[in-house]
């Protein structure tokens, strides 16, 4: 049960910062498609900048778990964040 729970939070997280990414990417696109915007925001050096702006969401997400008590989720959601935080830091280093 609390490994269903963790891998409920890991996989919302993930949704959420994909969810995230994909406004982000839009709203910051000024108007083109969003795979122009991955590759552009590429291209530049900002696309670690730009999926940590997507994992504001698994900050509401997180803090909805907290408050309905399904803090195995939450803890699904935050290690996933982590995670994020990681990748981005060793992406922007190579």
């Known amino acids: 049960m609390i490994k269903k729970d963790v891998f409920i939070g890991i996989f919302v997280g993930l949704i959420a910062n994909a969810i995230g990414l994909f406004f982000s990417a839009t709203f ?26 997507g994992a504001i969401l698994n900050l509401i997400v997180f803090f909805i778990f907290i408050r309905k008590k399904q803090d195995y989720r939450a803890r699904g959601v935050l ?16």
Do not use: E
């Open 79 to 94: 290690l996933i964040t982590v995670f994020i935080a990681v990748f981005t830091f060793i992406f922007k280093l190579f």
């Open 28 to 53: 910051l696109g000024q108007g083109d498609d969003f795979i122009t915007v991955i590759k552009a925001a590429s291209a530049q050096g900002f696309l670690g900048k730009l999926i940590s702006l």
